[in-house]
DNA sequence: CGGCATTTAGTTGTGCACAATTGAATTGTG
DNA sequence: CACAATTCAATTGTGCACAACTAAATGCCG
């Protein structure tokens, strides 16, 4: 079985016109580039705000509530959860911590009992003026001018949007 | 204090006094969209390898594994943890469900016994043939060529190294 | 040789992502 | 009104990321 030889390594991995596919072994070297390209800039951007947000005592996922809360004011769970694409078993016990940070309130609605309704408290509004700072440091941090993250920004939403179209079509029988 | 217009009080030093600066509010704004767009996209990109892996019996970050292990045949957990930046706290439990699934084995090292090895199993070297379709799968869902990702990589790996250098200096008074 | 800093895995604790399930509230239908 | 289907938050369980700490082995020093 370890027959998988790479019988030639007709390797043209970025060069425009090459007509030859890469071979096999060079395919899972190239892809495991790219896909941990990704996880390791996800990761790095992680820990830059790790080291802004602690300063406000957030982590980064609560940030982006806030940043959601600061927005709209006040929104039902479900609404979060569908700006951020996050699910009630991740928004929970975030949620939670952050009214036990006084940060936010939790509140059923009163026309529809399954609903709640969240929404910044005093503390967590005037938090924002402290998070002002925030996006400035982070785009300082990247080194990239505003149109390169712009364009990055276009391309990683482009490539969001055919992932999660690709996953839903993806059933087992692709392997 | 919802009136928290931005009293120029906080006019940044670093950014350079454009004439069109962004007003603050659009800051965040637009910064949620960058920072946002990122970690959207390291998910779907899990998601996609959620489906894809499924039918190995690996999940992403394990396929990284596989992926250094097919690579180099036997590591040292040290090794392991610098090619992917992960640490010992991520690596320990991962490699134990490695193990447990009959994919590799860790074997303390006879020279230096604090070390441990790690080295694919004969069918965990079996299960690269499998792995062997996924790469195409992925470049399939994402839509974009060959270019583009490499691309997108170079781009990414720029972005990482700038973060993780910022991330260094960038102690507490930042903020 | 004894003592001590360094290296290396491992453990613990916190927080997030996601799948699956639960249970209550609502809505639709007869 | 009764009853089934749906909606929504919460809970449970698994796995990953990371910080902080532990513990053992190694190597260096005098």
Same mark, same amino acid.
């Given at each position: 079985?370890?027959?998988?030889?790479?019988?030639?390594?007709?390797?043209?991995?970025?060069?425009?016109?090459?007509?030859?596919?890469?071979?096999?072994?060079?395919?899972?070297?190239?892809?495991?580039?790219?896909?941990?390209?990704?996880?390791?800039?996800?990761?790095?951007?992680?820990?830059?705000?790790?080291?802004?947000?602690?300063?406000?005592?957030?982590?980064?996922?609560?940030?982006?509530?806030?940043?959601?809360?600061?927005?709209?004011?006040?929104?039902?769970?479900?609404?979060?959860?569908? !700006?951020? *694409? /996050? $699910?009630?078993? #991740?928004?929970?016990?975030?949620?939670?911590? +952050? &009214?036990?940070?006084?940060?936010?309130?939790?509140?059923?609605?009163?026309?529809?009992?399954?609903?709640?309704?969240?929404?910044?408290?005093?503390?967590?509004?005037?938090?924002?003026?402290?998070?002002?700072?925030?996006?400035?440091?982070?785009?300082?941090?990247?080194?990239?001018?505003?149109?390169?993250?712009?364009?990055? !920004?276009? *391309? /990683? $939403?482009?490539? #969001?949007?055919?992932?999660?179209?690709?996953? +839903? &079509?993806?059933?087992?029988?692709?392997?």
């Amino acid at each position: 079985m370890t027959t998988s030889r790479a019988t030639a390594a007709s390797r043209a991995p970025g060069a425009p016109g090459a007509p030859g596919a890469p071979e096999e072994g060079d395919l899972l070297r190239l892809e495991k580039q790219i896909c941990f390209s990704l996880s390791a800039a996800s990761r790095a951007f992680n820990g830059v705000y790790r080291v802004l947000l602690k300063d406000l005592g957030l982590t980064y996922p609560q940030y982006l509530v806030m940043l959601v809360l600061w927005e709209h004011g006040e929104l039902p769970v479900k609404k979060v959860g569908e !700006r951020l *694409r /996050l $699910d009630s078993g #991740t928004l929970s016990p975030l949620l939670k911590r +952050l &009214e036990a940070a006084g940060l936010v309130r939790r509140e059923r609605s009163a026309r529809d009992e399954r609903s709640v309704n969240v929404r910044p408290t005093e503390e967590g509004v005037a938090l924002r003026e402290r998070a002002l700072q925030v996006p400035r440091h982070i785009v300082a941090a990247t080194g990239f001018d505003l149109d390169e993250l712009l364009d990055l !920004r276009t *391309r /990683l $939403d482009r490539l #969001t949007t055919t992932l999660d179209a690709a996953a +839903l &079509e993806q059933t087992p029988d692709c392997l």
